[in-house]
């Protein structure tokens, strides 16, 4: 049951995927991996609520999950808890040093607290061990980009487009450098890459943007007010509905 659960997520088939967890559970209750999974695929939909009672059932019945209890303080951070967040990311890094997202919601927790080395480093972390986390290297790259190392800013950006190609956020924020230089071709090609990535993360009205100015330097100001427009829509509908803040 839990398999064909993964199968419908896989899928896309949401709501089918929660039913499988369900049954699963129903099946038996002290799957503690399919009440985790449970627990993700809430998060994903945006069911905040639901996801933090799933993670602390999981947590409840398996106390020695970092997994859970990371994902616990990430859930926290959203709230602006910060204590509560520190208190359950340090204690599933304890319990799971190498867990995935463990460094990276330290170091926004460090980030939040304005302990800016501190935060590069624990991003560096996560990235050592999971160097196809993009929002990590994105992170990364405002800090240096915040200090002045420009260098390491494009470098970052352009390694979270190679080593994270279904993160948006970076091909966008590229795009706008290579508009800023002239060079619309690779803004034009960056933008759409992004887009077809991921059109509905909160830069992605950007790559509309940049493709509505290229257009127009390019004299097609018919398709550059059909992106523009276009960005336009995706704005409002990002606002009505906003994407998943972890």
Not at 115 to 144: I, K, M, S, V
């Amino acid at each position: 049951m839990v398999n064909l659960a993964h199968v419908y997520r896989a899928r896309g088939q949401n709501e089918a995927a929660l039913e499988g967890y369900r049954s699963a559970l129903e099946l038996d209750p002290r799957n503690v991996q399919a009440r985790y999974q449970l627990a993700t695929l809430y998060l994903d939909l945006g069911r905040e609520r639901d996801a933090e009672a799933a993670f602390r059932e999981a947590l409840e019945a398996n106390p020695e999950m970092g997994a859970a209890s990371n994902s616990l303080g990430a859930l926290a951070f959203v709230r602006g808890d910060l204590s509560e967040a520190t208190r359950l990311v340090d204690k599933g890094l304890a319990l799971e040093p190498r867990v995935r997202f463990g460094a990276y919601n330290k170091a926004r927790i460090l980030e939040a607290r304005g302990d800016l080395r501190g935060a590069e480093a624990f991003y560096r972390q996560e990235l050592e061990t999971y160097p196809d986390h993009g929002r990590a290297r994105f992170n990364l790259a405002q800090l240096l980009r915040q200090r002045g190392d420009r260098a390491g800013y494009l470098a970052e950006l352009r390694a979270s487009t190679e080593r994270a190609p279904d993160f948006g956020p970076s091909f966008f924020f590229l795009a706008r450098e290579e508009l800023q230089a002239a060079r619309l071709d690779a803004a034009a090609d960056l933008a759409r890459r992004g887009l077809q990535a991921d059109d509905r993360s909160e830069v992605s009205p950007l790559g509309h943007y940049v493709l509505a100015d290229v257009l127009n330097r390019q004299g097609k100001a018919a398709e550059a007010q059909k992106e523009a427009e276009a960005g336009r829509r995706l704005e409002a509908a990002l606002r009505r509905n906003p994407p998943p803040r972890l």
